[in-house]
């Protein structure tokens, strides 16, 4: 026997056909499986949580109509909030930023200034060392007058 003659397909109350397969008579768990109502495959099959909502007509005074756009407007104020409290978070870290950034490049500019002071310092100080120390081998003779004189 194939998977197929052992199948028996049926409309359920809602236009859904449901795969009835031997598995089901046999005590185990079912598992309805959608499948398009139309012949040629064409339609979308349709989940049960979204049966019958395009016909059903909204009384717009009813209780259950008025809560739900109650708990959908709060929904919709709390994410209006929480986007702009966001926005506002965001604002704030930017201009903490820029201020870091304005002492950061005033504090690279005192640093190279400070730089700039100690290498002249340390070349002003290094040609007069050098100045001062004659190279070896070009002594004078006047630490030993007695020579000069004969």
């Given at each position: ?9 049926s ?28 012949p ?29 756009r ?10 209006r ?54 190279p ?8 030993n007058?007695?020579?000069?004189g004969?």
């Amino acid at each position: 026997m194939s998977k197929t003659s052992q199948q028996n397909p049926s409309t359920d109350a809602n236009g859904v056909s449901v795969i009835h397969t031997p598995a089901h008579t046999s005590g185990l768990q079912q598992v309805p499986q959608l499948v398009p109502v139309s012949p040629g495959g064409g339609g979308k099959a349709v989940p049960p949580s979204k049966q019958g909502k395009k016909n059903s007509f909204v009384d717009r005074n009813s209780d259950e109509y008025r809560q739900r756009r109650e708990r959908n407007n709060m929904a919709v104020k709390k994410s209006r909030l929480k986007s702009k409290q966001k926005a506002q978070d965001t604002l704030q870290r930017v201009n903490q930023l820029k201020e870091e950034n304005e002492r950061l490049e005033a504090k690279i500019k005192l640093l190279t200034k400070e730089l700039s002071v100690l290498k002249d310092l340390f070349l002003e100080h290094a040609h007069s060392f050098a100045d001062n120390v004659q190279p070896v081998g070009t002594e004078t003779s006047t630490a030993n007058p007695e020579s000069s004189g004969q």
